[in-house]
């Protein structure tokens, strides 16, 4: 079993950066691969971006290539999204989950266990 917290979502201005955190707690962190995926008002969640369980795959939605990076600490149980240039089409509720499985999945079903979530606001 795996709890995670999001954090560090808020209110940005078009352009602006900001670092989500997810914390997990539970065992063998190290093990899961680690996803962010993000739920636009009126629309379905979709795949942000996901991490290998060593960190050495990394996949990324197009949308956001070039300005997102996720990275994680297996020490510190947490994997980071950091997010820059952000635009008013990021606007979202970001998730993090995790998945018990080789490689960086992107596919939602593929998850096993999800955070509560947290508001980014991006304004124009």
């Known amino acids: 079993q795996v709890q995670l917290v999001e954090s560090g979502g808020g209110l940005v201005q078009a352009g602006g950066s900001l670092r989500l955190s997810c914390a997990a707690s539970g065992r063998a962190f190290s093990s899961y691969a680690m996803g962010w995926f993000r739920q636009a008002p009126g629309k379905e969640r979709e795949f942000v971006v996901s991490i290998s369980s060593s960190g050495g795959i990394r996949y990324y939605a197009d949308s956001v290539k070039g300005r997102f990076t996720i990275s994680r600490d297996n020490g510190k149980n947490t994997v980071y999204l950091q997010m820059n240039s952000l635009k008013p089409e990021d606007t979202a509720v970001y998730y993090c989950?995790?998945?018990?499985?080789?490689?960086?999945?992107?596919?939602?079903?593929?998850?096993?266990?999800w955070g509560q979530g947290t508001l980014v606001t991006v304004s124009s």
């Open positions: 989950a995790a998945a018990p499985r080789r490689g960086a999945p992107w596919g939602q079903n593929e998850y096993d266990y």
